[in-house]
């Protein structure tokens, strides 16, 4: 039997290299852009550095997921966080842009699997109340993950900027503690072995999750894109300055998250949905009206209590509406769902942005998701006997 705080700790340390780790490299993007600057479309091509791993996720995470229920969840770890570790770190000793890319779309099936398996594993080994709590604070280690990771990125950019891709480098801390600290689960082994396709009836509730996962990644990863972007039309901002202001995002989608269980005793799923969109419009519309750094930084903060309750909340749906059987499967398909909405957020943007700015692109960002708040809200009241 594995010793269980280890187990926690080792799941939670896993799920900081998740979400946010496309968003590492973020305060490096400007530094890169110059040092290519030869490069045709180089501001394009540097920012799917950001994008092209969201990409490679969202195609893999459904094929990790199915492994997960056939070869194992501890299989597929291991895998992954090898993959992460050397396509991560890849940045650190390409010299040329294109072969950087390429490294990034690999270091995506990393990211698959370990965001698939490490939510997986929280449904396997808990349930109830634990499961609640433990998916909060899935969520507030993301984000932590985030905080430290990219405000140490913004520092090391200063130095530089290849220097940001051996933070990627942290994976090998959890791929020494996997062995020691986490185990197949028993119901999964037995499920495979007796071949059972019983129980295996999903909810269509399934799509909605998955749309609502979608939409949440394309509004916030407007901050690790754009913001590096519109911060360099204010003077005297360095990389140090844009990772900080990045890093204000998992600061304050930490402490949202910490109180997700809070929430989730008194709310249903569409209902924080349409609570958390509320902050993050107000958040985006304080970004596009600012002037100054820290009118910026208020923004940021504001919108990461949005995200803080909207991740763990989709996570946690998920889970509550598949089978055990196929619970690997359906994570996988949400986590494709997720990062999708990454790849896509820049591109649904530019078209905005074209027309109105980058500045205004964020309160029109944050009008949509002022409407979206209201729908939700409006048809959880309308559905609440079959959501709750």
């Known amino acids: 039997m594995k010793n269980t705080k280890l187990l926690e700790v080792t799941l939670l340390l896993a799920s900081t290299l998740t979400i946010l780790a ?27 550095m950001l994008t092209l791993p969201a990409l490679t996720i969202a195609i893999a995470a459904p094929l990790a997921g199915r492994l997960l229920d056939k070869a194992g969840r501890i299989k597929v770890l291991y895998v992954s966080l090898l993959i992460y570790l050397v396509a991560g770190t890849s940045g650190y000793w390409l010299e ?8 990034r779309m690999v270091f995506g099936l990393g990211v698959a699997g370990i965001m698939t398996v490490s939510t ?23 984000a932590l993950g985030g905080l430290l990771f990219i405000t140490a990125a913004g520092v090391l950019t200063d130095i530089n900027w290849r220097l940001t891709f051996l933070i990627y480098g942290f994976s090998v801390v959890v791929l020494l503690l996997v062995p020691f600290a986490l185990h197949e689960p028993k119901i999964i082994r037995q499920e495979a072995a007796a071949g059972s396709q019983n129980g ?12 609502s996962a979608f939409l949440t990644t394309v509004s916030f990863y407007l901050i690790p894109v754009q913001l590096p972007f519109l911060l360099q039309k204010l003077e005297g901002i ?12 998992p600061f304050a989608q930490a402490i949202a998250s910490f109180f997700y269980k809070h929430v989730k005793k008194r709310l249903g799923f569409m209902s924080i949905y349409g609570l958390g969109f509320i902050p993050m419009a107000i958040g985006f519309s304080v970004i596009g009206f600012s002037q100054a750094y820290w009118q910026m930084i208020a923004g940021v903060l504001i919108t990461g209590l949005g995200v803080g309750l909207l991740i763990p909340n989709g996570n946690l749906w ?9 619970r690997g499967k359906y994570i996988g398909f949400l986590t494709t769902a997720t990062f999708l909405g990454m790849f896509l957020s820049p591109i649904i ?10 500045d205004a692109s964020f309160v029109v960002a944050g009008t949509v998701l002022a409407f979206l708040s209201v729908v939700y809200l409006l048809v959880q009241r309308r559905v609440a006997v079959v959501t709750e």
Request: aromatic share 6%.
């Open 22 to 48: 496309n968003a590492i490299v973020a305060p490096s993007l400007p530094l890169i852009s110059n040092a290519f600057s030869g490069v045709k479309d180089v501001e394009i091509l540097t920012k799917m």
């Open 96 to 103: 040329n842009l294109y072969s950087i890319l390429v490294g």
């Open 120 to 142: 997986t594993l929280i449904g396997d080994y808990f349930s109830g109340a634990k499961r609640e709590h433990f998916m909060g604070l899935q969520g507030a280690f993301v």
């Open 200 to 211: 295996q009836s999903v909810s269509p509730l399934v799509w909605l999750a998955m749309a």
């Open 238 to 249: 360095d990389g140090n300055q844009v990772g900080l202001a990045i890093g204000c995002l």
């Open 318 to 326: 998920m889970i509550s509406l598949v089978p055990v059987q196929v």
């Open 349 to 358: 943007i530019q078209p905005v942005q074209d027309v109105v700015g980058i």
